[in-house]
């Protein structure tokens, strides 16, 4: 009896023991597998996409920029040459006028008279030439018959002649009173714009007293400029070259508005400034330009060849000086210092720090750094 009880609590014993165990090893793999549950996968580092253009090799224009003004070619002042009263004003104030239109008209009524005066006094002298004429011819058949006498015939001759003279200066004073009586119209000696009316109608004019009008010429116009001299040598070398093209850019401008010619360099250097006056002549057939606008000047010299490219854009400023961000080594960002040559449009030359083919940096320049991972995006072409 006593080793039965003895077998039965062994073996009571030994089933404690393999529930634990069993439940220690349940715990253990919850506890195993809760733990490989909540471990996420570690993420990719992030690498910025930026946009990205090549270097490439242009021919471009080279030009001198220079501040200008605008002056007309031909500016008058309209004066009567007759005195009278202003009686029409046939052009209203600051239209455009042609060559030839009629501007002011004068009263003509007393020149009308002198004019007619004049003829009537060419007919009188006429008649009397004509007579004088027929009298000499009798007087020459007198004379060589005998029946005149020397002196007689040297009288018929004089009077001959002061009719003759007399003819001339009243045929002058036609000429003159016709001159007067076109004095009348004032007219346009040139195509161009009137400025504002200054004689009512009905005013006394003088002669060359009484300012009525301005009359400026406004196609073409001249731009005058100052360039320096350390400029001329280079300006001289482009004109012995052939004529020197000149682009005119009202403010706010980025692309020519008027084109035209480099047409004057003064014989002088200015001691005081160091600068010389040039004039270009402007066509102006819109009338755009005006006398007196400031504008902007660019005097086309040469073309510089084989020269690098790069958008504006892509540039950057540091205590250094300018660089670039270029796609180095294992698509890394790599900054290069640059110097830079003349713009063309939105693109600028770059002297040194690249080379053609090099892939430029051209957006997102603010989020990158010099080493940093990128992604290229190259730019699409336009299409």
Known sequence: MRKWKIALGTAVALGAI????????????????????????????????????????????????YAARTEPIRNITLQARIPGYLQEQAAADGVDVRQGDLLYKISPDD?????DQAKAQVQRDTATLEYAQSNLGRGTELAKSGYLAKDGFDQRTSTLREAQASLALNQAAVRTAELNLSYAEIR????????????????????????????????????????????????????????IE????????????????????????????????????????????????YVRVRLHVKQQADALMVPQTALGSSQLGKYLYVVGKGNTVDQRLV?????????????????????????????????????????????
Request: net charge negative.
């Open 188 to 243: 346009a000696p040139f195509a161009g714009r009137l400025g504002r009316n200054q004689a009512s109608v009905g005013t006394l004019v003088s002669v060359a007293g009484t300012v009525l009008n301005t009359l400026v010429q406004l196609d073409p116009i001249y731009v005058t400029f100052n360039p320096s001299e350390s400029d001329l040598a280079e300006i001289e070398q482009a004109r012995a070259a052939g004529p």
């Open 246 to 293: 000149v682009e005119v850019l009202l403010p706010g401008e980025t692309e020519a508005s008027q084109k035209g010619e480099l047409t004057f360099i003064d014989n002088t250097v200015d001691r005081s400034t160091g600068t010389i006056t040039a004039r270009a002549t402007i066509g102006n057939g819109k009338f755009t330009l005006l006398p007196g606008q």
């Open 111 to 115: 020149f009308q008279a002198a004019l």
């Open 339 to 383: 110097s830079l040559g003349p713009t063309s449009g939105s693109q600028v030359a770059i002297l040194t720090g690249v080379a053609e083919g090099d892939q430029v940096i051209t957006g997102n320049l603010q989020k990158i750094g010099p080493g940093m991972p990128i992604s290229p995006l190259p730019e699409k072409p336009a299409t």
């Open 18 to 65: 393999s529930v634990a165990s069993v439940h220690l090893l349940d715990m253990g793999n919850v506890s195993l597998n809760a733990g490989t549950a909540g471990a996420a996968p570690a993420p990719a580092a992030f690498v910025m996409p930026v946009p990205v253009v090549s270097v490439v090799k242009k021919t471009i224009p080279i030009y001198l920029d």
